[in-house]
């Protein structure tokens, strides 16, 4: 088996003679590690060419976040990244995946095993001679016949063909080739490091449920982030509206604001139906502590605005009056202004962690 030649981008020597030791460990591991300190020094090997795999930390003396990901990406679009970094944050893994990261580790966190098998992954994923095999195939390759001797392990398949344990398509008089082992191998007398000195030829994958499918074609639509400002923007222009409306003392700026208030009532919960559902799909039911953080500020823009409909409501010439309640409901309309800009702000840092 060829040697997967690693780049790793790396400020700290002590992490990086880390991730060096815990590549040697791994028996027939086949990688070739090459260490660079600074984001700039890595576009510079890259540019040279012979990379299989770049290992990033992300936070570096010349640049720090998602732009060290985006800045290695632009140089090397076709070359896989796994992300490295210390902290265990599970909004900058998701959005390091989602802008193409192959992968997402913690250091400290990790062993041989697990560092060897995303490396492996993140070249099988990224590399498109290697294609998707389904369940049919991957039984078809038993060994048997003149046939190629496969099995999947966490999701790869491997090609053990002419292994010395693998001949005639049985190990250890047990198990045949052509299945995947990912549970089987645990209770193996020998660690997945063995599987190390295989190549890979795909990724397995199965036919996917019509639930699954249906849910994958719903987040392609991206719904929340379309719904989600229906109700922020009208609740702002509803309060504006309303200081055009005591300014000018023209009256169909208050009708104006009373429809705008109803149609921002009316998407919020559209808006919180789809935010419920991407939060189940991304994040799987995960509150982290800035979700946790945009679910306060959306419960308090949710009361706000409520509050501000039950009150035009009950008094619907309240700030046409000039009284002093005209001035608190307007005070009450101008306050869903910072609440939509820190639910707003708080969407933004999900999706785009610094």
Not at 50 to 56: A, E, N
Not at 72 to 77: E, H, K, L, N
Not at 290 to 305: D, I, M, P, Q
Not at 331 to 340: D, E, G, R
Request: charged share 20%; glycine share 8%.
């Amino acid at each position: 088996m060829e040697s997967l030649r690693t780049l790793l981008i790396e400020d700290n020597p002590v992490d990086a003679a880390l991730v060096r030791e815990l590549l040697a460990g791994q028996d027939g591991a086949a990688v070739e590690l090459e260490w660079t300190s600074t984001v700039a020094k890595g576009l510079e090997r890259l540019d040279a060419r012979g990379i299989d795999v770049v290992l990033l930390d992300l936070n570096l003396p010349d640049s720090r976040g998602m732009g060290t990901l985006t800045r290695v990406q632009a140089r090397a679009p076709e070359l896989p990244v796994v992300v490295m970094t210390g902290t265990d944050d599970f909004e900058l893994a998701v959005r390091a995946v989602r802008t193409g990261a192959q992968d997402y580790l913690v250091k400290g966190r990790i062993d041989g095993p697990q560092l060897l098998r995303a490396v492996r992954y993140a070249v099988a994923r990224k590399t498109g001679v290697r294609r998707e095999i389904t369940a049919e195939e991957l039984a078809k390759a038993d060994g048997k016949e003149g046939r190629p001797a496969w099995f999947a392990f966490q999701g790869l398949v491997y090609d053990v063909t002419g292994s010395r344990m693998w001949k005639e398509g049985i190990h250890a008089r047990k198990h045949n080739a052509g299945q995947d082992l990912s549970r089987m191998l645990a209770g193996a007398p020998h660690g997945e490091e063995v599987l190390a000195r295989f190549p890979i030829v795909g990724t397995q994958v199965r036919e996917r449920t019509l639930a699954e499918r249906t849910v994958a074609a719903v987040e392609r639509l991206h719904l929340h982030p379309i719904s989600v400002h229906f109700p922020m923007a009208c609740s702002v222009l509803a309060a504006l509206s309303a200081v055009a409306c005591l300014a000018s003392g023209d009256p169909t700026f208050e009708t104006m604001s009373w429809y705008l208030l109803v149609t921002a009532l009316a998407t919020t919960a559209p808006a919180i139906a789809t935010g419920i559902f991407a939060w189940l799909v991304t994040y799987k039911g995960r509150l982290t502590p800035l979700l946790r953080a945009k679910l306060v500020a959306s419960g308090v823009f949710t009361t706000l605005l409520g509050a501000c409909f039950a009150w035009r409501l009950a008094s619907p010439g309240v700030l046409l009056a000039g009284s002093a309640a005209g001035y608190a409901y307007l005070v009450l309309l101008l306050s869903l202004v910072p609440s939509a800009l820190v639910v707003g702000r708080l969407g933004g840092k999900i999706v785009f962690p610094e």
